[in-house]
């Protein structure tokens, strides 16, 4: 692991000008995901700013009822918080089925949001990677690649974005609160195109502060995960859903997408195929095909084609039975 200094500032503004006078620094907060990569030379900081000690821990419920999550909330917190459980259950839902009781209780909101690919080829520093060193090429295409994307990939790159919170964050129209504006979780999270390094839409040296969620949703909520084991795994597909019934009908329905694309996916033309519709197989068909259209296999992942069509068909019918 390459040396590094470290300093742990006590406000966002010393966190912000620690950054700004060192281009080869990083925030840490949980390090669950920076950590392991240090370990492995993927990342290299030549600075670490330890934010642990910024009072960004607060889940605050907004006057209008919208909820302020700070940026060091960790995920067992917001996960448990007795008001996220009531009104924004799908948030609950995606959190508890990532990583595991531990690293959850370490992990942090913002930490979640900015965690790194898992691609075989971008951890492995032998390997050819566009993310990692730009201009390298892309094992994973043409190489192992069950859990890559099907979704937004680009010839520069196929890998996923990993995380669930992410997935709940994109559905729940979220928006990001840094040291110096506001983004929609919608435009934080970049497709790969010809650049795969740049991952997000934060400039350097910015900070998350908090996640600002909207007013509560109504419907059922829920985050339906595939993996490949029941715990610690990350998502082959995952569908997150918000549908609310009126009158036997679907009155609205909000759909996202996890382990399919290099930035959590979200359709709206697929969410406004179910709107005022009954509930029926064709009706979910219709809006599976929707979010399938473009959906490219790279050999390994082609299952997942059929495996997001048939969580999103059996998500929607357990959303609007009953
Ligand atoms: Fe790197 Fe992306 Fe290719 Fe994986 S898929 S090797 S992260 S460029």
């Known amino acids: 692991m390459k040396a590094f200094t470290y300093e742990r500032p006590s406000h966002v503004a010393q966190a912000a000008q620690a950054t700004a006078s060192r281009p080869d620094a990083a ?10 990569l240090m370990k492995l ?12 000690r910024l009072p960004l821990d607060m889940i605050e419920v907004l006057p209008g009822d919208g909820l302020r999550i700070g940026a060091l909330v960790r ?17 609950s839902r995606a959190l508890l089925s990532g990583a595991t009781g531990q690293l959850r209780n370490k992990a942090t909101t913002a ?9 075989y080829y971008f951890t492995d520093i032998a390997k050819a990677c566009n993310k990692r060193a730009p201009g390298s090429g892309c094992d994973a295409i043409g190489g192992y690649n069950r859990i890559h994307a099907i979704l937004g990939a680009s ?27 506001r983004i929609p979780v919608s435009e934080l999270h970049r497709l790969p195109g010809h650049t ?28 339906r995960k595939v993996r490949d084991r029941a715990s610690y795994a990350f998502a082959a597909v995952s569908v997150a859903a918000v549908v609310e019934m009126r009158h ?49 296999g790279q050999g390994g ?14 998500t929607l019918r357990q959303a609007t039975e009953g």
């Not at 030379?41 to 642990?52: A, R, S, Y």
């Not at 839409?201 to 998350?208: A, C, T, V």
């Not at 992942?301 to 059996?314: C, E, F, G, M, S």
Request: hydrophobic share 45%; net charge neutral.
């Open 111 to 119: 930490g979640n949001l900015l965690q790194r690919t898992r691609c």
């Open 41 to 52: 030379d993927v990342e290299q900081p030549g600075h670490l700013v330890d934010v642990n």
């Open 301 to 314: 992942n082609d299952y997942k084609i059929p495996l997001l069509r048939r969580t999103l068909v059996a």
């Open 155 to 181: 010839a520069s790159c196929i890998a996923t974005h990993p995380s669930d919170m992410a997935v709940a964050m994109l559905l729940l129209d979220a928006v990001v609160e840094t040291d110096r504006r």
């Open 248 to 296: 036997g009908r679907i009155a609205q329905a909000r759909l996202a997408f996890g382990g399919v694309a290099h930035r959590p996916w979200r359709d709206r033309e697929a969410e406004r195929l179910l709107a005022g519709e009954a509930p029926s197989r064709a009706v979910f068909e219709r809006a599976a095909d929707q979010v399938l259209t473009g959906a490219v």
């Open 27 to 36: 925030f840490i907060g949980g390090g669950t995901n920076l950590l392991d």
């Open 75 to 91: 995920n067992a917190a917001l996960a448990a918080d007795p008001h996220v459980r009531r009104h924004y259950a799908v948030l």
């Open 196 to 223: 795969p390094q740049i991952e997000t839409s934060l400039q350097p040296g910015e900070l998350i502060v908090a996640v600002r969620l909207p007013s509560p949703l109504a419907g059922r909520h829920l985050y």
